[in-house]
């Protein structure tokens, strides 16, 4: 897709030159020219983008800076992130810091040039191409939490990792449970480092150094593990959670987050990042007065209905000590997204040889976890091999 510009100059060689030049960039179109610079020149532009939502402007400002500069604060006000290139005869370093700090993306000295004007529309692409794949490569965030330990957060968490890898969906499995994360244990993974390691390198986190520090699964998905050591769980705040799963978020399609943890400000910080939260409880009473209190904590933060998403785990059908299905949907006020069945043993046993429960044809849990996937559009199968080239990992 070609990349629009809007033009505005008083002067007519200007446009001129503007115009030939694009003519000759085939990656290029010109979809606006303005011949002034007043006062109401924004409020134009800003229409023209409602056509070309990314289309870029070139702004030449030489008649008067003053107002250049007015109308670029504007622009920017209302479109955050509008490419502007700014054009004037010699500027000073003060006005080019003003105009920089007002969020000009580029400048071009007067009188134009051929080669300056092809090299700052080579940087315009540059910036359209690394916006395009960034808008290509943002993943999804599904997070697993649970009302209280033991509820089966990290099993969940572990076999839907290992559904959509399966499918090949470039997967990472994020650990926040920091004190006790289980879900290298439970897949067999000797690790050497962890989101601590994350943490401390983020300022020079690149994807060689991000490989390094995740744990690969030999279904395919990769695994940012807790730390060993406790106190260095100490470390990791709010910020750096949001931070690290930003940058996860950027490079996998699929992130899961084993949040096995208390629904404290670290959860909420990753929830917050969450396309889809599942909340898991059991029927026992107490878990269920505990759905509650999230879910009500959850609707405070600000997470509406379509983001949460219940799991029954470990489903019984009867008896006294147990909520029905019927209660759960009453007291929570929504109906179960899935139950999953009690099995103990295929839930152990999978453990036990570090292999997810939906690897295993037979299992009637594994089954139930293939149908929760499915309804979450992973089906398992593989992608064609043509449909998931060009991903990240
Ligand atoms: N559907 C299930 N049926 C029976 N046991 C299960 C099921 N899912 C998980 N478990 C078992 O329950 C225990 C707690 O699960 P885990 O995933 O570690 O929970 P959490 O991360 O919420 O603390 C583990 O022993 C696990 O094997
Ligand atoms: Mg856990």
Not at 1 to 22: H, T, W
């Amino acid at each position: 897709m070609a990349i629009q510009l809007i033009v505005a100059s008083p002067e007519p060689r200007f446009r001129d030159f503007a115009r030939e030049q694009v003519a000759h960039i085939s990656t290029v179109e010109l979809v606006a020219e303005y011949e002034d610079a007043g006062g109401n020149l924004h409020v134009r532009i800003l229409h023209d983008r409602e056509l070309y939502p990314h289309a870029a402007v070139l702004l030449d400002i030489s008649s008067d800076p003053e107002q250049g500069l007015s109308t670029l604060e504007r622009l920017i006000e209302a479109a955050p992130g509008m490419y502007v290139i700014l054009s004037d005869h010699q500027m000073s370093g003060d006005f080019l810091l003003r105009a920089m700090r007002m969020g000009s993306s580029d400048f071009l000295q007067l009188p134009l040039k051929l080669a300056d004007f092809h090299e700052a529309m080579a940087r315009l692409e540059q910036h359209m191409a690394r916006l395009h794949s960034q808008e290509r490569q943002i993943g999804k965030i599904y997070s697993f939490a649970s009302v209280k330990g033991g509820i089966g957060a990290t099993t969940a968490a572990i076999n839907f990792a290992a559904i959509c890898a399966r499918q090949g969906k470039s997967t990472v499995l994020l650990d926040l449970d920091l004190d006790s994360g289980d879900a290298a244990a439970y897949l067999g993974l000797r690790h050497q480092y962890s989101i601590a390691d994350a943490v401390e390198n983020l300022d020079r986190l690149d994807q060689s150094m991000l490989e390094g520090i995740l744990a690969r699964d030999a279904l395919g998905f990769s695994v940012l593990c807790a730390p060993e050591e406790i106190e260095k769980s100490r470390l990791i705040g709010e910020q750096q959670v949001r931070d690290i799963a930003s940058i996860l978020v950027e490079r996998f399609d699929v992130v899961v987050v084993d949040g096995s943890r208390g629904l404290d400000g670290l959860l909420l910080s990753c929830l917050e990042l969450s396309n889809s939260i599942f909340l898991m409880l059991t029927q026992e009473f107490p878990a269920l007065r505990n759905a509650q209190h999230y879910l009500n904590a959850l609707v405070r933060a600000g997470f509406g209905h379509e983001a949460v998403k219940i799991v029954v785990n470990r489903h019984a059908k009867r008896g006294a000590l147990y909520a029905t299905l019927e209660q759960v949907q009453q007291t929570l006020g929504m109906k179960p997204f899935w139950v999953l069945p009690n099995q103990y043993e295929e839930a152990m046993n999978a453990v036990h040889e570090a292999r997810p429960i939906v690897m295993r044809a037979k299992s009637e849990l594994g089954q139930s976890y293939r149908g929760f996937g499915k309804k979450l559009g992973f089906d398992g199968q593989p992608a064609s091999a043509a449909a998931t080239a060009g991903r990240g990992k």
